[in-house]
């Protein structure tokens, strides 16, 4: 059965679960096209100058000067990035970065559910010397160093947040509101191949499944079953075109116990078969 290329951080004599590096550096003065694969990580990608393209979950970004990228552990991606490119690539494992603190955790989830952020040269300048701050305090490694570290994090992803709006995100008006559906974001996000049922995540939530529907509809104008479907349309593709699993292993895989079903559902949502959608895009 094949599985989507995982890769995983490399730095044996460092924090095993963080690192950072000049883009410049990772190219060698080479392009680089990387096929789809994923990342048990988060990443930023933090470009100065930059040409190429950067397809995430199957939406293409293009590649230019003061553009970023924040991807999850799970998502599937692809990378063309010509030589010239500048920039930081910033790579941490949850057991490194994960605020316990409300205020800290609220700008992570909503930083967390960026993908692409176009910032102006004057913002992003700004954004740049954090990351140069982060970059320095890695190599240095002085005293409390690791420490260091997460407070600028912090920070970087406090002006991603202010900087970056997203249309398709949750709305300013309610804060109790914005906060669930973070949280009911997350739950989707590490839950959709064993958990589809509106009820069990209302539980988690600690809401009622009239509460958790109001939430996204008054947030994303959309029903909360709407949006478990979404998540498994997505794992569903990424599976579909990142591996040559047969449509069986795919819908086992899932959490379909009938495959019968998952191709019925799958072809609603999307208006082809499993192996019609795959066929499209080679």
Same mark, same amino acid.
């Given at each position: 059965?094949?599985?989507?290329?995982?890769?995983?951080?490399?730095?044996?004599?460092?924090?095993?679960?963080?690192?950072?590096?000049?883009?410049?550096?990772?190219?060698?003065?080479?392009?680089?096209?990387?096929?789809?694969?994923?990342?048990?990580?988060?990443?930023?990608?933090?470009?100065?100058?930059?040409?190429?393209?950067?397809?995430?979950?199957?939406?293409?970004?293009?590649?230019?000067?003061?553009?970023?990228?924040?991807?999850?552990?799970?998502?599937?991606?692809?990378?063309?990035?010509?030589?010239?490119?500048?920039?930081?690539?910033?790579?941490?494992?949850?057991?490194?970065?994960?605020?316990?603190?409300?205020? &800290?955790?609220?700008?992570?989830?909503?930083?967390?559910?960026?993908?692409?952020?176009?910032?102006?040269?004057?913002?992003?300048?700004?954004?740049?010397?954090?990351?140069?701050?982060?970059?320095?305090?890695?190599?240095?490694?002085?005293?409390?160093?690791?420490?260091?570290?997460? &407070?600028?994090?912090?920070?970087?992803?406090?002006?991603?947040?202010?900087?970056?709006?997203?249309?398709?995100?949750?709305?300013?008006?309610?804060?109790?509101?914005?906060?669930?559906?973070?949280?009911?974001?997350?739950?989707?996000?590490?839950?959709?191949?064993?958990?589809?049922?509106?009820?069990?995540?209302?539980?988690?939530?600690?809401?009622?499944?009239?509460?958790?529907? &109001?939430?996204?509809?008054?947030?994303?104008?959309?029903?909360?079953?709407?949006?478990?479907?979404?998540?498994?349309?997505?794992?569903?593709?990424?599976?579909?075109?990142?591996?040559?699993?047969?449509?069986?292993?795919?819908?086992?895989?899932?959490?379909?116990?009938?495959?019968?079903?998952?191709?019925?559902?799958?072809?609603?949502?999307?208006?082809?078969?499993?192996?019609?959608?795959?066929?499209?895009?080679?």
């Amino acid at each position: 059965m094949d599985k989507i290329p995982v890769r995983q951080i490399k730095e044996p004599d460092f924090f095993e679960s963080f690192n950072i590096r000049k883009i410049e550096t990772i190219l060698s003065g080479k392009d680089t096209v990387q096929e789809l694969h994923r990342h048990n990580y988060f990443l930023v990608f933090a470009l100065e100058k930059g040409m190429g393209e950067h397809i995430i979950d199957f939406v293409s970004y293009p590649i230019t000067d003061h553009s970023i990228f924040f991807m999850r552990p799970g998502q599937v991606h692809q990378l063309t990035l010509k030589k010239e490119s500048t920039g930081f690539l910033l790579q941490f494992g949850a057991d490194f970065y994960s605020p316990r603190e409300k205020p &800290a955790n609220k700008v992570f989830l909503k930083v967390s559910n960026k993908d692409y952020c176009q910032l102006s040269a004057d913002r992003f300048k700004k954004t740049y010397s954090i990351l140069t701050v982060i970059f320095q305090e890695y190599n240095e490694r002085q005293e409390r160093y690791k420490d260091s570290i997460n &407070a600028n994090l912090e920070l970087l992803f406090i002006e991603l947040v202010r900087q970056s709006p997203n249309p398709n995100s949750i709305s300013n008006n309610n804060n109790y509101s914005q906060e669930k559906l973070e949280e009911f974001l997350g739950l989707l996000h590490n839950n959709i191949t064993t958990i589809k049922n509106v009820a069990q995540y209302a539980d988690m939530l600690h809401l009622t499944q009239y509460q958790l529907n &109001a939430i996204t509809k008054e947030t994303l104008n959309k029903t909360c079953s709407e949006l478990i479907n979404e998540h498994i349309l997505l794992e569903a593709k990424r599976q579909i075109l990142a591996t040559s699993n047969q449509v069986n292993q795919i819908a086992y895989d899932l959490g379909y116990d009938d495959p019968s079903y998952f191709i019925r559902f799958f072809k609603k949502h999307t208006g082809s078969s499993p192996e019609a959608f795959r066929q499209n895009f080679k």
